[in-house]
């Protein structure tokens, strides 16, 4: 991994594109270059067909501890620079969450505050024993943006949601699995449990992944009506496919599908 901070990114042979948080001697907390490529990066990965899943992992035991405070008052000391450092991790959050392809984040060590926000964002949780998930705003003396505010109400529920964000407490991993933060525990590792979901995903169809994707979060966010030329787009493109064609003959044929997204 990189001595300096920096989000690395690489693609395997199945598909399925690691990217990595990499500040470990701060716990991964996320500089502000670090928001512009993690925006750059996903953003990067929509129209790339071979991408299948992406994980989103930390280097070195922990998955992050949020925006680097340390920057603070260097960027964040006058308007223009708060609403710079803002526009950035609102930029990287968005293109994590309206990715069109499944995502993951391994949730070891902490993932708190922005951390956890990136989290959030991601479709999956997966953590491990050692996975410690909150939002310390009560603490900090800050109101949380209505985008993770909206990430962890529609993720863990509003009497939860409320319970984060009024406490500040740091959840270990029972509390959030059982409240909902993560969706499944690995017994070995989080990057190992989300490999694992990984390839059962990367297995599937891509364009039912996608248009499912799609009709979910316009469900959740209530855009239906707006959404629903691209929903239809969806569903017939997906029914028109060399994917569907291919899951109708490995029935028949009794064997395992190969889909190809197209």
């Not at 968005?94 to 991601?122: H, M, N, S, W, Y």
């Not at 529920?157 to 029972?174: C, D, N, Q, S």
């Not at 959404?227 to 493109?237: C, D, S």
Request: hydrophobic share 45%; net charge neutral; proline share 4%.
């Amino acid at each position: 991994m990189a001595e300096t901070a920096d989000v690395l990114a690489e693609i395997d042979a199945a598909g399925i594109a690691t990217v990595t948080l990499s500040n470990p001697a701060h716990r991964n907390a996320v500089t502000f270059a670090m928001w512009c490529k993690l925006a750059e990066i996903f953003q990067g990965f929509r129209e790339r067909a071979e991408v299948r899943v992406v994980i989103l992992a930390g280097a070195g035991g922990n998955f992050s501890t949020g925006a680097d405070i340390s920057e603070f008052p260097r960027l964040r000391s006058t308007p223009e620079g708060i609403k710079a450092y803002s526009t950035a991790g609102h930029a990287a959050t968005i293109a994590i969450r309206d990715l069109p392809q499944p995502t993951i984040a391994a949730i070891e060590g902490f993932g708190v505050g922005g951390g956890c926000g990136l989290a959030l964002a991601c479709d999956f949780r997966v953590g491990d024993e050692t996975s410690r998930m909150g939002i310390p705003a009560a603490k900090r003396g800050i109101v949380y943006s209505v985008l993770d505010s909206e990430n962890l109400l529609r993720t863990v529920g509003l009497p939860r949601a409320k319970l984060v964000l009024y406490t500040g407490r740091i959840f270990p991993m029972t509390a959030c699995r059982a409240m909902g933060l993560l969706d499944e525990v690995a017994e070995d590792h989080a990057l190992a449990g989300a490999r694992r979901l990984a390839h059962e995903l990367a297995g599937c169809a891509p364009l039912s992944q996608r248009g499912g994707k799609l009709t979910l979060e316009a469900i959740a966010r209530d855009e239906v009506g707006a959404r629903q030329g691209e929903i239809e787009a969806a569903q017939k493109r997906a029914a028109d496919s060399e994917d569907y064609r291919e899951a109708t003959a490995s029935f028949i044929e009794k064997r395992r599908p190969v889909f190809r997204g197209r």
